[in-house]
């Protein structure tokens, strides 16, 4: 299967999961575009490639004019893996979340290696909603940190799926980081020290002044086999040529192996808690990324 391939098949997923949470079926959202139900049929599983006026259409037709934005600019980025946040994002950030809800439904294994800031599946509510002002502020995207914190809470049920499996790596300075005020920050540790503890969750720290294996020189996420999710600050690139997501997948195990595990892991988190001054906040900080880790 071609790049090109998986990723309208990927297109399509996010657009059937739109009609589904419409309670429309196939013909019934046909006869409200005017379409033949083959055309919603072929769509939907990647045998063809819709316009934009399509996807405009399809997702006012189902009640998500706001998706149509993310939507647009995947199908643009259908041959070059590449997605700008400027384009993206132009109707906010909850439509990319809910893109994202759809891509963490279908994958069992999620691997993850974060430098910067906490991952978002394992935020906080209010960590969350603080890199999300932060970031409709420098790029002056409409300002709807409500909806995405909300949606993004509804990522984490995916946590607690049976048949899934994650895996987190992160520096110590993730832990460190201060995007919010300290008790929110202090929240945001203590909820790492309870997600911890999920049977299928492995949560990995590396410690300070471990011997690195490689140097960490961006975050990833890795979805099955399939898909490498790189975030910069003007665009997201999604890599799906087999070699480069086995290269990946290489990198995440040498830095898997630099960290500590289980109570080990806990004791970096519970050390990071208590270096937390009860005085003000530190001047915040703009996460690493473009989308505030995914």
Known sequence: MTDFQREREMLGGWLHRLRRE??????????????????????????????????????????????????????????????????????????RQRVAVELDSRTRLLRAFETGVVPGLLQTAEYARHLFAQLCALRGTPDDGGAAVRVRMERQRALYESGKEFHFVLTTAALRTRVCPVEVHRGQLDRLLAVGSLGNLRF??????????????????????????????????????????????????????????????????AGVMAELSAGPALPQQLPRTAEDSQ
Do not use: C
């Open 22 to 95: 419409a309670g429309l079926n196939g013909k019934e959202l046909a006869a409200d575009l005017g379409w033949a139900a083959s055309k919603v049929s072929r769509i939907e599983h990647g045998r063809q490639t819709p316009s934009e006026a399509d996807i405009a259409a399809w997702a006012k037709a189902v009640g998500a004019p706001d998706a149509a934005e993310d939507l647009a600019a995947r199908l643009h980025a259908l041959d070059s893996h590449y997605v700008s946040w400027r384009r993206s994002l132009r109707a906010g950030h909850a439509p």
């Open 204 to 269: 990995g720290v590396i410690p300070d002044g471990a011997p690195l294996p490689l140097m960490p020189l961006h975050p990833f996420w890795i979805f099955d086999d399939r898909l490498v999710q790189v975030e910069t600050w003007s665009a997201e690139l999604n890599l799906t040529d087999r070699r480069e997501v086995a290269l990946y997948e290489q990198v995440f195990e040498r830095h898997a192996g630099a960290a500590a595990y289980g109570p080990a892991a806990r004791r970096i988190v």
